[in-house]
T-cell receptor, first 114, second 112 residues
Framework: AQSVTQLGSHVSVSEGALVLLRCNYS??????LFWYVQYPNQGLQLLLK??????LVKGINGFEAEFKKSETSFHLTKPSAHMSDAAEYFC????????????FGTGTRLQVFP | DSGVTQTPKHLITATGQRVTLRCSPR?????VYWYQQSLDQGLQFLIQ???????AKGNILERFSAQQFPDLHSELNLSSLELGDSALYFC???????????FGSGTRLTVV
């Protein structure tokens, strides 16, 4: 079964520093890949997605992610963190048996210090 | 406003009771998904409907049931509630396959 691993339940960075949130998936079949952000007391908001085509995907708020098939990874990055980036981030992959259905990782809480 | 509406936002109820959570998908979206978010289990897929028909079932307890109506809104019914059912319940909708979900703001259920 497809699974998603987000390394690091908590990541802390200084404002202006690089943000790197890691996501690995298990399927040998390239899935569709997503990153979502959840701010406190809110629903999840789509940051970016990879379905086909270019493996470097740009999303909202300056985030981007690169699909690396050989590493089964889809890490999320942002060159310079802002205080407003503090939130929980979820990586999600499509279920090979039902690509409408998404399987979510356990989330990474990003803290940004001034 | 994401376009996905969930009501109520908060619900406090006693053990053994039954509640109904409601979701109106974004206009034009045919698929509705229900997820449960808790601190210990993370985001767990419960069930998916597509245009009124059940499409996929996840870790949904037998005490829970759902349906999608002809106007595409969906309801999640939780019965014989236990303390462990306390969680955030999210509804999401999607336009088409692989498009990604649009989430509602959730219903926070507290069972006391």
């Amino acid at each position: 079964a497809q699974s998603v691993t987000q390394l690091g339940s908590h990541v802390s960075v200084s404002e202006g520093a690089l943000v790197l949130l890691r996501c690995n998936y298990s399927s040998s079949v390239p899935p569709y890949l997503f990153w979502y952000v959840q701010y406190p007391n809110q629903g999840l908001q789509l940051l970016l997605k990879y379905t086909t085509g270019a493996t470097l995907v740009k999303g909202i708020n300056g985030f981007e992610a690169e699909f690396k098939k050989s590493e089964t990874s889809f890490h999320l990055t942002k060159p310079s963190a802002h205080m407003s980036d503090a939130a929980e981030y979820f990586c999600a992959v499509s279920d090979p048996g039902n690509t409408d259905k998404l399987i979510f990782g356990t989330g990474t809480r990003l803290q940004v210090f001034p | 406003d994401s376009g996905v509406t969930q009501t109520p936002k908060h619900l406090i109820t006693a053990t053994g009771q039954r509640v109904t959570l409601r979701c109106s998908p974004r206009s034009g979206d045919l698929s509705v998904y229900w997820y449960q978010q808790s601190l210990d289990q993370g985001l767990q897929f419960l069930i998916q409907y597509y245009n009124g028909e059940e499409r996929a079932k996840g870790n949904i307890l037998e005490r829970f049931s759902a349906q999608q109506f002809p106007d595409l809104h969906s309801e999640l019914n939780l019965s014989s509630l236990e303390l462990g059912d306390s969680a955030l319940y999210f509804c999401a909708s999607s336009e088409r396959e692989n498009y990604g979900y649009t989430f509602g703001s959730g219903t926070r259920l507290t069972v006391v």
